[in-house]
Structure formats: structure tokens, C-alpha cells
């Protein structure tokens, strides 16, 4: 009796087809994240027509441009647009593929596509951006104060553009006031299904996962992210301080030793560095130990205690702590995710 409820509920949901806007931008932009996002929403359509009996497709799909066909790469491909901006109607989802090349050109390129975004949002549709989409949304100012993901490689210059938006690296989904945000590269897969998920229930995204098969359970970048230094800063102290680190981090290194090592003061020191890299010393220290420690259980043989003490940790527990919060795998997973011999074993 409650499964019966439940689906006349459901059904009574599907009445109305949900408008699905799909952004073409101008310039350059990620094809895959266009063409994977039109492609799960039109098999959701077909599975659903075909499981739950609708006459009509569920979503109205639609690729929507300043301009009826957009280049891409060069030339070397191009999208038609069913739609321009200027002739739709009302939309239920607006959807913002990720932005490739020069970022700030690229906003400016498609600097069109602000005020037509803002005012779907306020008509009570909602935006969902797709890896480096994230910086086209939050030029609208909708994002001000609320959390966002983009692509890890992408943080520190979104960062200085946004400083107002509340980036959160480590997500592959946020979701606030109807404003959704998905991390790097294909994690926009995983923002898709959840979207599919929300409007169509878990059946229907747990066929999208097997019949694509994406991992519908993940929530974190942190596995991905390679730390390289934040060092796209001007201050010539903190990047001398940051290759020393780089040099001489199995070294038991203190705060009081860098900053007489570079005649500075403690609280300077400590001030300075955080501004620069974004990181406080310790931070930066922890990061670049396990860097080397990833990229040694990745490639060797070495066991998890082995690769502890080369990087500079005598502490077993403190070690594991850490580890887990910058990967967010504990080193034994993280070994048995990415070593080599243990993926072809």
C-alpha cells in the first residue's frame, strides 16, 4: 500500500515536463560537459518513457546560445543551438558547461549570458554549474556568501575573483537555494545524476550510473588533487621560504627556524606566508609531505611505514590524521586506489 501511495505521488509529479536549458558559451568551453549532460537527460527521458508509461518525454532538452552555432576548439568542432536566449519562454534548470582557455576573456565572451541567467533564477529556475562554470555563475552575484565547488586547479583564481563565495575545493556537489555547483573535470557526471536523481527519484539515477557507469557515490576531489605550491603570489620572501620547504621538508622543520632562517620575525613570518600561498607554515610543511608520500605509494613498494619515516613523520597516528585530511583516504587506500601493482595484481 505505501509502495502504491508512493508512486501515485511520483506520478502526479511527472505531469509537467521540466524545461532543461543546456548553455552553449561562446569561445571556449568543455564539449564533453555539454554533450554528457544532454545525453544522461535524454536517456533519463527514453528509460522513463519506456518504465513508467509517460506519453511525452519527462524533460524538454534544449542547447541554448547567443547565437544559433558556436565554435569550439578552433574551429575543429561546432554546436547548433535549438534556441536562443532571447527566445525562451521559462525554464525549469539552467545548466552552465565549464569554461576552458583564458577565464577572464571567457566571461567576457559570454558576459551576455549574466543577465539572462539572473532573471531565470529569479523567475524560480535553477542554475547548476559544471566544473569551471562555476566562475560564469558566480559573475551573476547569486553566489555571494554561498558555498561553491569548481575544479581544484581552478581555486586559487577563483579565489581572487570571488572572494565573496564560499569555496569549498574538497566538494564534488554543493546545493543552496537552488544554485548547484559540481567539482573538476568529469565529476560533473556525479552533479548530473544528483540532479536526476532529485527530479526523478533514486531508481531512475541508479540506472543513469550502471547504463553510464559513473560511481554515484562520490563526493570528494580530495582523492585527485596534486599539490604544486600556491606560489602565483609577488612576495619573494614567502617563495624563497616555499622551495626551502620544498627542499628540506623531511627536516624536523619549525616555525622559529624559518623565520631566523630568513631574519624575520615569528608573527611576520606566519602573517606574510598565510597572504601569499594561502596556507599558514605548518600547513604548507603537512602539504608537501604528503605530496611526496602519495607520489611514493603510488609508484613503490615501500609499506605505509616505510613511506612515513621518508617523508618526515615518526608519529604512525599523526601521520594517518593527516593524510586522511588531505586526501580523504587513509594511506592504505589511497595505496590501494592509485599503485600500479596493486591495480594490475
Known sequence: MRQHISLHLFMNKL???????????????????????????????????????????????????????????????????????????????????????????????????????????KNGAEVASLCTGAFLLASTGMLKGKKCSTHWMAANDFRQLFPDVELLTEKIITDESGL???GG?????????????????????????????????????????????????EDELVKNAQSYIEKHYV????????????????????????????NSPVEYIQRVKIEAAKKSLESSRENINEVMYAVGYSDSKAFRTIFRKVTGLSPLEYKQKYNRERVFV
Not at 558559451?25 to 508509461?53: C, E, R
Not at 526523478?200 to 580530495?222: H, M, N, P, T, W
Not at 627536516?251 to 622559529?256: A, E, G, N, V
Open 185 to 233: 573535470a568529469f565529476s560533473f557526471l556525479n552533479l548530473i545524476l544528483y540532479l536526476v536523481e532529485k527530479y526523478c527519484g533514486r531508481e531512475v539515477a541508479v540506472f543513469c550510473s550502471k547504463l553510464f557507469e559513473i560511481d554515484i557515490e562520490r563526493y570528494s576531489q580530495l582523492p585527485f588533487m596534486i599539490f604544486s605550491g600556491q606560489k602565483d603570489h
Open 15 to 121: 505531469k509537467s515536463p521540466k524545461h532543461v536549458s543546456i548553455i552553449v558559451p561562446n569561445g571556449d568551453a568543455i564539449l564533453s560537459t555539454i554533450i554528457g549532460t544532454y545525453k544522461i537527460f535524454t536517456a533519463v527521458n527514453k528509460f522513463m518513457m519506456d518504465t513508467q508509461q509517460l506519453q511525452s518525454p519527462y524533460f524538454i532538452v534544449q542547447l541554448v546560445g547567443l547565437s544559433d552555432k558556436i565554435d569550439l576548439y578552433d574551429g575543429a568542432f561546432s554546436v547548433q543551438t535549438h534556441i536562443r536566449i532571447n527566445e525562451v519562454k521559462n525554464t525549469d534548470l539552467v545548466i552552465i558547461p565549464a569554461l576552458s582557455g583564458n577565464i577572464p576573456q571567457e566571461l567576457v565572451n559570454n558576459k551576455d549570458f549574466i543577465p539572462w541567467i539572473s532573471k531565470q533564477y
Open 180 to 182: 548547484y555547483t559540481s
Open 251 to 278: 627536516d624536523k622543520l619549525t616555525i622559529d627556524r624559518l623565520a631566523i632562517q630568513f631574519s624575520i620575525s615569528r608573527r611576520n613570518f606566519e602573517r606574510r606566508f598565510k597572504k601569499a600561498s594561502g
